[in-house]
């Protein structure tokens, strides 16, 4: 029983000095762990208080949380940076000079606007369609070429090593268009256009003509041209009906984004390998 003594602390003055000298013999770390017991618990009583203080202090002084990603909005999601996916990629030992490879790749944005109609949208969602499981989308899309209007196309260069982009222009033939002749721009835009607010008024601007296509009233017209696209990077064109000949144009297609769609009629890229 003497051997517990020594814990009773309070007691220790009006016990015997019998007592204490058995106390003398407790083990030296058995005093120790039971000052350790002491800061441990005036540890736990401070972490509570401190728990107190943030809990009834805290949500009503903080500043409110950051905005959750679902509260961006589609300009915003339009505009943000994007970093290239394929990191390292380009440390990989590859044949040279580099394998012919190619794939195609669909407008982004097709979408007409109107000269004389300066503030008018277009609908950008023209063959959706109500079905049992919502309403479908299809890509399918006008270029629309007449005296006023004219037609924004944009693409975005995908993929690595893929920088080398020919855009191709098939204009079917239109009988009724003797002399007449499409004028390709390229456009200053280096973001995706939002066409929920594309019209003649919040167009691009031209940067440079890049041709003048005629259009053949017996056969289609292929017309292409290569251009350096950094992958990611956006290109944009403006087909327009050519001022230079004297002559009106009345051109119309839809495409969709089935390659076969664009046998006769189309406007696509093609990427070409440069590594
Ligand atoms: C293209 O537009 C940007 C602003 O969007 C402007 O700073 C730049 O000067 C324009 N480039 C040309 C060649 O007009």
Redesign the pocket.
């Known amino acids: 029983m003497n051997s517990y003594s020594a814990l009773r602390t309070d007691d220790v003055d009006t016990e015997s000095v019998e007592s204490k000298d058995s106390a003398s013999h407790i083990p030296q770390d058995l005093k120790k762990r039971s000052s350790f017991g002491y800061w441990a618990l005036a540890i736990c009583v401070l972490c509570t208080a401190i728990n107190l203080v943030t809990t009834f202090t805290v949500p009503f002084s903080s500043t409110p949380p950051a905005k959750p990603m679902g509260s961006l909005t589609a300009n915003d999601v339009r505009l943000l940076r994007r970093p290239s996916q394929y990191i390292g990629l380009e440390k990989v030992v590859r044949p040279s000079p580099p394998e012919p490879k190619s794939f195609w790749i669909y407008p982004i944005v097709l979408a007409p606007i109107d000269n004389a109609d300066k503030s008018k949208v277009f609908d950008d969602d023209p063959k959706r369609y109500a079905s049992q499981i919502g309403t479908i989308t299809p890509e399918i899309r006008r270029v629309l070429v007449t005296d006023t209007v004219s037609t924004i196309a944009q693409f975005r260069a995908i993929d690595f090593g893929m920088e080398s982009c020919e855009l191709n222009i098939l204009i079917p033939a239109v009988s009724s268009a003797d002399g007449a002749a499409i004028s390709v721009y390229r456009v200053?835009?280096?973001y995706a256009l939002d066409t929920r607010t594309l019209s003649y008024g919040t167009r691009?601007?031209r940067?440079q003509k890049l041709s003048d296509i005629p259009i053949n009233p017996d056969d289609n017209v292929h017309w292409h041209r290569k251009f350096a696209c950094p992958s990611e990077s956006v290109l944009s064109f403006e087909l327009a009906c050519s001022t230079a000949t004297g002559h009106s144009c009345n051109l119309e297609w839809w495409q969709d984004k089935t390659q076969s769609s664009m046998d006769n009629s189309g406007i696509y890229i093609v990427q070409h390998a440069t590594i």
Request: aromatic content about 0%.
């Open positions: 200053n835009e280096t691009p601007q940067l």
